[in-house]
């Protein structure tokens, strides 16, 4: 294996490291607003609503409307 691969090699594993990291520290900011604003009153379900975008369209949509 030369120099080449080697360096390539180095930094795709570098490049996944920080993927994973960040990723991480992603989730667990999510979660650490998550619980702040339950602990807070807020209802669960549209917390999850507004901090995860992916999640059911469907139930978001129903709680949206309930709260006009």
């Known amino acids: 294996m ?3 691969q080697k360096f390539i090699g180095g930094m795709v594993t570098l490049l996944l490291m ?3 990291v960040c990723a991480t520290l992603t ?3 999510k979660l650490d607003k998550w619980d702040r604003a339950v602990t807070n ?3 669960p379900m549209v917390t999850t ?3 995860y975008q992916d ?3 469907a139930i978001c949509t129903i ?3 309930g709260r006009k």
Do not use: H
């Open 41 to 43: 009153g807020a209802d």
């Open 2 to 4: 030369d120099s080449d």
């Open 55 to 57: 999640t059911n369209l």
């Open 49 to 51: 609503c507004a901090l």
């Open 18 to 20: 920080v993927l994973i």
């Open 63 to 65: 709680l949206a409307q």
């Open 27 to 29: 989730g667990y900011n």
